[in-house]
């Protein structure tokens, strides 16, 4: 991983919610092992492998962009799975839910604000803008049949 990457604030708080949310999922009730355990520890990691994803292809604004809009849907996604453990009773620790519901909300709006940034303001790394395109285009179509 890129070492530009932990200078990243939506990156560090997405890893650090992921790492919150795992432990949690570990305490819940054995019923839970297989509904909505696996699903919130999924979506929260997402977060934050969507946004290294991204990262690694931030030369490419429109793709770069596709990857956060992923890592805010499964915020999103995250968030829901948070409210319905609590609303069955399956996270019965308020706080613990309050906390990570609050830290996700903040996630969200935080990565929407770096979306409307990279929207706007997106700039090819120094490093990358000498790299041709053409390297990452497929190569073209032979008009000859083989035989």
Known sequence: MEPGLQKVEVYRIAHELAVRTHVMSLNL?????FEEAPQVRRSSKRVSASI???YAQRKYKALYLSYLYRALGSSDETQEHLLLLKDTGSLADR???EELATKSAELSRKLF????GVEQLHEVPNYLSDVPLEAFEPAPED???LG
């Open 52 to 54: 290294v994803e991204g």
């Open 113 to 116: 604000r770096f979306i409307q």
């Open 143 to 145: 008009d000859e049949p």
């Open 29 to 33: 009730p054995t019923f839970e092992r």
């Open 95 to 97: 706080a613990v839910h």
